[in-house]
């Protein structure tokens, strides 16, 4: 046998379970769409909060922008008030109770210096100075009388006096020329409290830095206090991130290291920037509660789609693997078993079929069951009729016209006891084959074989057309066959002969025997005859009846020999010898 090598099969394909293609394939369908939706929901839900805070952040940023403006704007007016008289020779009591009274009023204004028209000090007053009447110093070359003369108000620089308190300059000029021009150091820590009352959301906040960066206000005053470049440095950059985003709202990280969203505003007139700034986790709390909402949603909803997709998994491999297992049964022989299904789909229509499949396997086993102890019990060429007709009442017993045939080997008693057992069995199995073939090429029933003899019955169980004619030619190619193993057998030594003898006539042929053991057989006197004919034929001999031959006619050349007497028969028996053309 040949070998089959290893190395050329192809590798297997790596099996997955259904079930878990199954799963995997509905787990997807339902859970992929909640991802996609849960993951667009939460991207939108992410920009509509954040512009919903760069536009919260900016309101807030503008108004404390006016808040702050506002309370510049009202020491400017306060300041107003003191430069509307035009200035005398002498200090009006007016004007210097004016100046006092607005100490009194505006606690954020240090100091005020009124300044005449061409820029003289007229008068001086001061919460920590001595105050001073028409000290005399001159103006009119500073920035602030400049500034107030061309723009009617002028505002100065931060500075930090004693590298602390954050002071500005305020000048404002009058509406004429001669009443002068004002002049205010401010005092911007009282932006403290504007600054502390600015509130975004719970946490947030906002403070003030000057044009260069420094920190003019904020809820911690002591952070302005200080001045303290490295500490204010955080609050810069934050400004910085808001500039590079074009005045949208930028993140960054306060002086706490907080990361914080902040938004930026410039206070009108003045080189200020008011930023407000809310800590990040507070400012996206709505939609870190919507992550969160989203996210138990989503473990809910894959929680359940898992839970739906084993589910409608195990209804779809459930009947598969019923249905293998009955596949498998039947498949083993077990006929009688059902599968039972009962789903109202497919599935069920399926397993309707199979049970369907199995009922006609058990019929069909049934037959072939009933064939093959028909093969045990009867001749191969019987069992094969009833295996190709599926009916064995061709076996019943009847009457009919048949040809029975007859042949055995001459000298093969005397052979048999001289030769070896394995000699004898040799030339046994090579003459059965060589009968067996003629017999099956003529459709004829090989019954029996008895010792180195063998019977075939033509037409039956089967009828066929001119009976005699067949069994004529039958045994002529019987003759033809052996005769050629003859020849190989004599060359060995081996004594042999070959003859046949056939009758035609009435017979009474269908099964024989008990339960335990069938055999189809003919019995009659034309059975006997031809027996006899066959122990009377020699080595070569084909010899028939009358009937046979009155069958026959003219179509076969034959040879009438002398009537035989013959054991079991009263009257000699006419016999007629076939022409053969053997050993040629």
């Known amino acids: 046998m040949a070998r089959t090598d290893p190395v050329s099969d192809p590798p297997s394909a790596p099996r997955t379970s259904l079930f878990k293609k199954y799963f995997r394939a509905l787990f997807a369908a339902v859970a992929l769409p909640l991802l996609i939706a849960s993951a667009s929901e939460t991207w939108f839900g992410y920009h509509d909060q954040r512009a919903r805070l760069n536009d919260r952040l900016d309101a807030e940023a503008r108004l404390a922008a006016v808040k702050i403006q506002d309370f510049i704007e009202g020491i400017r007016e306060q300041l107003g008030w003191t430069v509307q008289l035009p200035w005398t020779e002498n200090i009006d009591d007016r004007q210097r109770l004016d100046a006092l009274r607005l100490l009194r009023q505006v606690p954020a204004v240090a100091s005020l210096t009124l300044v005449d028209a061409t820029g003289k000090e007229r008068l001086f007053v001061s919460r920590i100075g001595l105050n001073r009447i028409e000290g005399g110093d001159d103006y009119s070359t500073k920035p602030a009388f400049l500034g107030a003369r061309s723009e009617r108000a002028w505002f100065g620089p931060v500075t930090f006096q004693g590298g602390s308190e954050p002071f500005m300059t305020v000048a404002v000029a009058g509406n004429r020329s001669a009443v002068g021009v004002a002049i205010a150091e401010i005092n911007l820590k009282f932006i403290w409290e504007v600054i502390s009352a600015i509130r975004v959301g719970r946490t947030g906040e906002a403070f003030v830095l000057d044009g260069p960066g420094r920190l003019v206000a904020h809820p911690d005053i002591s952070l302005v206090l200080r001045a303290e470049e490295a500490a204010q440095q955080p609050l810069e950059g934050l400004r910085d991130a808001i500039i590079e985003r074009a005045g949208q709202s930028a993140t960054g990280r306060d002086t706490t290291r907080t990361t914080v969203v902040a938004a930026m505003a410039q206070i009108p007139g003045l080189d200020w920037s008011v930023i407000v700034k809310q800590p990040l986790s507070e400012a996206f709390q709505p939609i870190y509660a919507a992550l969160w909402r989203t996210g138990g949603l989503l473990i809910a909803g894959t929680a359940l789609a898992a ?68 093969r045990r019990f009867l001749a191969p060429q019987v069992a094969e009729l009833v295996d190709r007709t599926g009916d064995d009442s061709v076996l019943d017993g009847r009457r009919v016209e048949v040809v029975v045939v007859f042949c055995d080997l001459r000298g093969f008693t005397a052979f048999s006891a001289q030769s070896e057992p394995e000699t004898v069995m040799a030339v046994l199995g090579e003459y059965f084959g060589a009968l067996e073939k003629v017999v099956s090429a003529h459709e004829a029933t090989l019954l029996s074989f008895t010792g180195d003899g063998a019977m075939v019955l033509v037409n039956a169980p089967v009828s066929c057309p001119d009976p005699a004619m067949r069994a004529v030619t039958m045994a002529s190619d019987m003759q033809m066959s052996v005769q050629k193993l003859l020849v190989g057998w004599r060359a060995l030594g081996h004594r042999l002969g070959f003859g046949v003898g056939l009758a035609m006539g009435p017979a009474t042929v269908g099964r024989i025997g008990s339960e335990g053991r069938l055999d189809y057989a003919a019995i009659g006197n034309v059975t006997n005859l031809a027996a006899r004919l066959c122990a009377s034929a020699d080595d070569s001999e084909i010899l028939i009846d009358r009937s046979a031959a009155s069958a026959v006619g003219s179509a076969v050349p034959l040879v009438e020999l002398d009537a035989r007497l013959l054991k079991g028969f009263n009257q000699p028996v006419p016999v007629f010898a076939v022409v053969i053309g053997v050993g040629q």
């Open 307 to 374: 839970l739906l997709a084993y589910w409608l998994a195990q209804r779809m491999t459930g009947p598969i693997r019923l249905l293998e297992d009955g596949v498998a049964r039947i498949g083993a022989g077990q006929f009688d078993h059902r599968i039972n299904l009962a789903t109202g789909d497919e599935f069920e229509r399926l397993a309707t079929r199979f049970n369907e499949m199995a009922g006609e396997l058990a019929i069909s086993q049934e037959r072939s069951e009933r064939i093959s102890r028909l």
